[in-house]
C-alpha cells in the first residue's frame, strides 16, 4: 500500500514538472501515463545527459553521461541494476528518469526514444516501465502506428484518427491505475512507439486538430476504432457483453453521395481463410477451452461440423455453433475471432463471416473453410471507411461524426 502510495505521489509531481517544463500553454493538456511492454530485464538511457532520481537513497537525482546505460532487473520487489560483469546491486523499488527541462531530449527503453520522462519500478520479480508525457506528444506515437501516415487525399482520415486516438485517451485515463498507469502501449489499448514512428504527416494532423475531442454529455467518448467495417459497424452490444452507447451504434458505411461502401478500399473488405481438418482440431486444441472452459478433447472427441446460428443487427455472428462427436459447443461475438483463429495463429479478422463450411471426404471432415468481410471489431470508426470518405471529399469533422453518432467536437484545451 505504501508502494502504490508513492507511485502515486511520485506521478502527480511528475505532472506537475511536465507542465512546468514545457511550453507556455502546454501546462492545460493532460499528462499521460503508458505502460510500456518490456519484460523482466530492461535496459535505460537517454540521447543526452539524463537524471535519474532514486527513492529512499535520501540524495540528489545522479547525473549519466548520454554514453551509458543501466540495465534493470526486478527481484523480489526492488530494482536492481546489472553491471558490465554482471554484479547486481540493489537500488530501489521506484526510479524518476528524466533529461534537459526543455524537451528536446529523450529518454530510451531498450534503444527506442520518448519523449516526456520515465518512472520505473519493481513488483515481485516484474518490473514496470512507465511513459509519463503530455497528451498531445503521446499521440505524436500512436497514429503513425494506428492509421499510418497515408497520402494526401487521405489527410482527413488521419486527422480523424487524431481525434478519435485523443478522445480514447481521455475517456480511458486511469484504466490501469492499480498498476500505476493510465494505458498500455500495445492494442489492447493503442498502440504506441514512441519518438521512431513519429512522421510528418502524422505529426501535422495531431497539431492542426490540437485539443480538439470528440464528446456526448460534455465529457470525452470512448471512441472505439478498427481497420475495416466490411460494409456496417456494430453496436457494442452487439461484440461484447456491454450496453450500447448512444454513439457507438451501427452504420451502414455508405451514404447516398456514393454507391458502394467508403470502406471497399480495404484489403480486408472480403478474405477467406481455409485450414485442415489437422490444422483446425489444433488450433481449437490450442483457444477453445480459454472460450469454454467445459470442453476438452477427451471429453468431446473429434470435430464434425459448424454452423451459425444467429446474427446481429449489422450481420454479424452473434452465434456459432461448433459441433463434435459427443457435445456441441456455441461461440458468441468477438471470442468467436479468439477461438477460432486463422492458420498463421492470429485471430480470425472479424466475426461478419458470410459462410462457413466443412468439406467432407467419405463422410469424415478434411478441410474447414470460411469466408468473411472485415477487420477487427468493427465498433466505432472504421479506418478504411474514414479513408474513402476523406478521398470523396469528407473533412474530419464529417467523418467523426459519421462514425460517432450523436457525438459532438469541441476544443478541450
Not at 485471430?347 to 471432415?365: A, D, M
Request: aromatic share 10%.
Amino acid at each position: 500500500m505504501l508502494r502504490i502510495l508513492f507511485i502515486a505521489i511520485w506521478t502527480t509531481l511528475l505532472g506537475g514538472f511536465l507542465a512546468a517544463s514545457s511550453n507556455a500553454d502546454a501546462s492545460v493538456v493532460p499528462t499521460v501515463r503508458v505502460g510500456l511492454d518490456v519484460g523482466r530485464t530492461v535496459e535505460i538511457g537517454a540521447d543526452t545527459d539524463w537524471l535519474v532520481g532514486i527513492h529512499h537513497s535520501g540524495t540528489r537525482p545522479a547525473r549519466v553521461s548520454s554514453t551509458r546505460s543501466w540495465k534493470l532487473q526486478a527481484i523480489d520487489g526492488a530494482i536492481v541494476r546489472v553491471s558490465d560483469d554482471e554484479f547486481v546491486r540493489e537500488i530501489a523499488d521506484t526510479l524518476f528518469v528524466y533529461t534537459d527541462r526543455n524537451g528536446s531530449g529523450s529518454v530510451r527503453v531498450g534503444g527506442r526514444p520518448y519523449r516526456g520522462e520515465l518512472l520505473v519500478f519493481a513488483r515481485d520479480s516484474q518490473l514496470f516501465v512507465v511513459n509519463v508525457i503530455d497528451l498531445e506528444s503521446y499521440l505524436l506515437g500512436v497514429v503513425p502506428l494506428e492509421i499510418g501516415s497515408q497520402n494526401d487525399a487521405r489527410f482527413e482520415a488521419v486527422k480523424a484518427q487524431a481525434v478519435a486516438a485523443r478522445s480514447y485517451t481521455l475517456s480511458m485515463l486511469g484504466r490501469w491505475k492499480r498498476d500505476g498507469f493510465d494505458l498500455k502501449d500495445t492494442v489492447e489499448d493503442q498502440a504506441y512507439g514512441g519518438r521512431d514512428v513519429e512522421t510528418a504527416r502524422c505529426t501535422r494532423a495531431v497539431e492542426e486538430t490540437r485539443g480538439v475531442v470528440a464528446t456526448y454529455d460534455d465529457k470525452p467518448i470512448l471512441a472505439y476504432y478498427s481497420s475495416t467495417s466490411g460494409g456496417h459497424t456494430a453496436g457494442a452490444s452487439e461484440v461484447w457483453e456491454r450496453s450500447d452507447r448512444p454513439y457507438l451504434t451501427g452504420v451502414r458505411d455508405k451514404t447516398s453521395r456514393v454507391k458502394h461502401s467508403f470502406c471497399d478500399i480495404s484489403p480486408f473488405y472480403t478474405w477467406e481463410e481455409v485450414w485442415s481438418i489437422t490444422d483446425f482440431e489444433r488450433l481449437l486444441d490450442s483457444n477453445l477451452a480459454a472460450h469454454a472452459p467445459e470442453w476438452s478433447r477427451a471429453k468431446y472427441g473429434a470435430f464434425v461440423d459448424m454452423q451459425i446460428r444467429s446474427r446481429s443487427e449489422s450481420k454479424r455472428v452473434s452465434s456459432l455453433e461448433l459441433q463434435f462427436q459427443h457435445g456441441v459447443v456455441t461461440l458468441h461475438g468477438d471470442e468467436i475471432r479468439w477461438a477460432i483463429r486463422r492458420p498463421d495463429g492470429g485471430g480470425l479478422r472479424s466475426t461478419l463471416l458470410e459462410r462457413v463450411g466443412v468439406r467432407r471426404s467419405g463422410g469424415r471432415p478434411v478441410e474447414v473453410k470460411v469466408l468473411g468481410r472485415g477487420y477487427g471489431h468493427g465498433v466505432g470508426l472504421c479506418q478504411y471507411g474514414a479513408m474513402g470518405m476523406s478521398q470523396e471529399g469528407y473533412d474530419y469533422t464529417q467523418i467523426l461524426r459519421f462514425y460517432y453518432r450523436g457525438a459532438e467536437l469541441r476544443k478541450y484545451y
